[in-house]
């Protein structure tokens, strides 16, 4: 039966594990844990291919409990309760590790299934997920679990991985090989910091290979290929989507041009054009907004273009938006004036409207005068000292001039103006 390379080259100890010695190296907290023997419920939490089986794998056998695997996103209740009618039988004597891939699939009744067998011990849960825990596991499994973060495996790391899958596959062909300058590297820097995929790769290039004689040459061409876009990770509607688009935007927010580009491109490549251009528009108004107003209408006419235009030439117009508001002057005055607005409307600050705001329902212009009403045009520079908030919110300030130059020179305008001038 076919057994993919990354199975059959799979580490049986923690110190064969890439890339995680945050908390597999010597002294770390879960290497302790396991070193102790004294396993507690846990929830693993990080990208594929990044270890989180092998260590489940490596628990089990360093701790003698039967080891059983489920994904959630196929398993149901009743192989929970198959495996439970397992407990305290021969099949199961000290009792059972239960390995739950993808917890974030199982429903509220699903994980509250395992409640009573993870607390009484006869089942220990480690449980793996590629999404933020915190927003996808239920909380009474949470409250009853520790939660390891694994790490993204850097270049090097998948590097010395992929040594030993093509040391491994040589032997295994009897074959010696030839790399090509940077072959070996490009599929350790192109699979995103997923072991697996880099694994693949090499396996890929065995089975598709031509030796001449006992000779293999692992051409870099042929590496690009079997690895294209395989470092892009961005699930529509997965943690990644939203890390690419909030680092898009504190980016062009802390003035990186070449940030910017970095994570637009990386949208762009996978698809992610409409999602892009939302968040481009909002952080015109959210992050450049008083300070330079007119970028408003111009990201909406680089989006607009570039929804016209469709992929590739879609990314010349947004690449201007992004550069362009990653060297702008910024400011966030405008909404967090709102915000603190509307703060005070949710705590009940309203109050009614002044006399003189109200509308008379009427289209006379002198009846709207005699509310008390002063037609700012009719004053000098347009403005007449008087009260526009309701009487409980007099006096309230929840606009602050920025310190970029367009804001102060509003504030220097309006405060000649009311300084100088008086109603009439």
């Not at 794998?57 to 009618?85: F, G, H, M, P, W």
């Not at 697996?196 to 598709?208: D, G, M, P, T």
Request: net charge negative; glycine share 6%.
């Amino acid at each position: 039966m076919y057994q993919p390379l990354a199975d059959l080259i799979r580490p049986e100890t923690l110190d064969d594990v890439f890339g995680q010695a945050h908390i597999l190296g010597k002294g770390a907290v879960l290497r302790r844990l396991i070193d102790s023997g004294k396993i507690p419920n846990m929830i693993f939490y990080g990208p594929s291919g990044t270890g989180k089986t092998t260590v489940a794998k490596i628990i089990a056998k360093q701790t003698n409990r039967t080891l059983y695997q489920l994904n959630a996103t196929t398993a149901s209740t009743a192989d929970i309760k198959e495996i439970v009618a397992q407990l305290d039988t021969f099949l199961a004597p000290n009792g059972v590790l239960l390995y739950l891939d993808e917890i974030q699939s199982f429903n509220k009744k699903q994980q509250q299934s395992l409640l009573e067998h993870i607390e009484n011990g006869k089942i220990t849960l480690i449980a793996s997920t590629t999404e933020n825990p915190y927003f996808y596991v239920f909380n009474a499994i949470l409250s009853r679990s520790t939660v390891f973060e694994f790490k993204q495996l850097s270049a090097d790391a998948v590097l010395q991985a992929v040594h030993r899958a093509v040391a491994f596959m040589e032997e295994r062909t009897a074959l010696q090989t030839v790399c090509e300058a940077g072959a070996l590297e490009y599929i350790s820097s192109a699979c995103g910091g997923d072991l697996r995929k880099a694994l693949n790769a090499v396996e890929v290039l065995f089975s598709a290979g031509v030796p001449k004689g006992d000779t293999l040459t692992l051409t870099l061409d042929d590496a690009k290929a079997v690895t294209q876009k395989s470092a892009l990770r961005a699930d529509r509607d997965g943690d990644n989507h939203y890390d690419l688009l909030s680092a898009l935007q504190k980016s062009i927010r802390g003035s990186d041009p070449d940030a910017a580009c970095h994570y637009l491109a990386r949208l762009l490549e996978v698809g992610q054009m409409q999602s892009a251009c939302r968040r481009l528009m909002v952080i015109a108004a959210e992050d450049v907004g008083l300070a330079f107003p007119q970028i408003i209408p111009i990201v909406n006419a680089c989006v607009d273009m570039a929804l016209k235009l469709g992929m590739p030439e879609a990314r010349i117009p947004l690449g201007d938006a992004a550069v362009l508001m990653a060297t702008s002057p910024k400011s966030n005055t405008g909404h967090i004036a709102l915000d603190s607005a509307l703060a005070d409307i949710r705590k009940g600050k309203t109050g009614d409207f002044p006399r003189h705001l109200q509308n008379m329902h009427a289209d006379s212009y002198t009846m709207e005068r005699e509310q008390g009403y002063k037609y700012p045009h009719d004053y000098p520079h347009s403005w007449v000292q008087q009260q526009y908030l309701p009487d409980e919110l007099a006096g309230t300030r929840y606009y602050t001039y920025g310190d970029n130059k367009l804001e102060q020179l509003a504030k220097q305008y309006w405060e000649a103006i009311k300084n100088g001038h008086s109603a009439k």
